[in-house]
């Protein structure tokens, strides 16, 4: 029950689907040089962490599928990785969560001076650093704020003149479906703005409908500054539609669908809704 709405080879998505359903400790045992013993642990501890602070939950943090990266498999992710060598490369990993995709980009060579990572503010981010990975001394950049509001005017020290063609690669898994639909507008906006001219890279991920739709509401635990608005889901039509209204060329979306038993941990699910997941990237070449 798995059908690829692109041009794109089924197995080349298939691993959003079939991957990832249970834990896989390989990556931070790896990483750490540690036991799957103290892995477990370690990634129980930061669940237990979230839910005594209050913070969101999200699905792939409940499941405990966030102690392995994934990234690898991205369709674009070999493009990426070939390009960690250019002398002047910057990249910044949107929505960094614990930062094990931020890792898995430096153990496959990526200069840590290279890298910037985000996220709305540094709860999970500082989990990753001080539960998950404790004792990893990798410093990166980081910059800690809402990226789906207007950057506003341009000028020296504003968050404008900070972001504005600074960027060769910008990384944003599992977001957009997170966002509300303005959100989502605003925050591909600001992709576009950060990357840099002739041959930026936007890739990603996000979870798909059958037909684009509102659903649930965007998350606000230990986000006060957020109101409840729905969340949206993109159709691959609709996202397509939309990287290419705001400029962004050689835009490539797959989208997955999901069967029954795959969606059925899914909140405010209704019958007949269709599920996708969606990979997706797109260039800046305007000159």
């Known amino acids: ?35 799957e013993e103290e892995a ?6 930061t669940v237990d962490a979230i839910k005594a602070a209050g913070h969101h939950m999200y699905k792939c943090m409940e499941s405990r599928r966030f102690a392995s990266s994934q990234l690898h498999k991205h369709p674009a992710y070999p493009e990426v990785r070939a390009r960690f060598g250019d002398p002047d490369f910057s990249l910044i990993e949107l929505g960094c969560s614990f930062g094990t995709d931020a890792r898995q980009m430096i153990f496959d060579g990526l200069e840590v001076g290279k890298l910037t990572v985000s996220d709305l503010h ?26 789906a509001v207007p950057f506003g005017e341009g000028g020296p020290g504003t968050v404008a003149e900070a972001f504005t063609e600074r960027f060769d690669v910008v990384s944003a898994m599992a977001i957009l479906h997170v966002l509300s639909e303005q959100q ?28 684009a739709r509102d659903w649930s509401t965007i998350p606000t635990d230990g986000l006060p500054s957020r109101e409840p ?22 835009v490539r ?5 999901l069967n029954e ?3 059925a941990v899914i909140p405010d699910r209704e019958p007949g809704d269709v599920w996708t997941l969606i990979t997706f990237s797109a260039s800046r070449d305007d000159a």
């Open 1 to 35: 029950n798995i059908h690829c709405t692109c041009t794109r080879s089924v197995a080349s998505c298939i691993w959003l689907v079939m991957e990832g359903r249970k834990p896989d400790y390989s990556f931070l045992m790896g990483y750490c040089g540690i036991s």
């Open 40 to 45: 477990k642990k370690r990634t129980d501890d």
């Open 122 to 147: 540094d709860f999970y981010w500082n989990l990753g650093r001080d539960v998950l990975f404790k004792d990893d001394t990798s410093a990166v950049k980081t910059v800690f704020m809402d990226f």
């Open 184 to 211: 989502c507008t605003q925050f591909l906006k600001n992709v576009f703005i950060s990357l840099r001219k002739r041959g930026g890279l936007l890739f990603g991920l996000c979870v798909g409908s059958g037909v």
């Open 229 to 250: 608005t729905p969340r949206f889901l993109h159709s691959r039509d609709s996202l397509h539609e939309l990287l290419s209204s705001l400029g962004f060329t050689d």
């Open 253 to 257: 979306v797959t989208a997955v669908v």
């Open 261 to 263: 038993s795959m969606t």
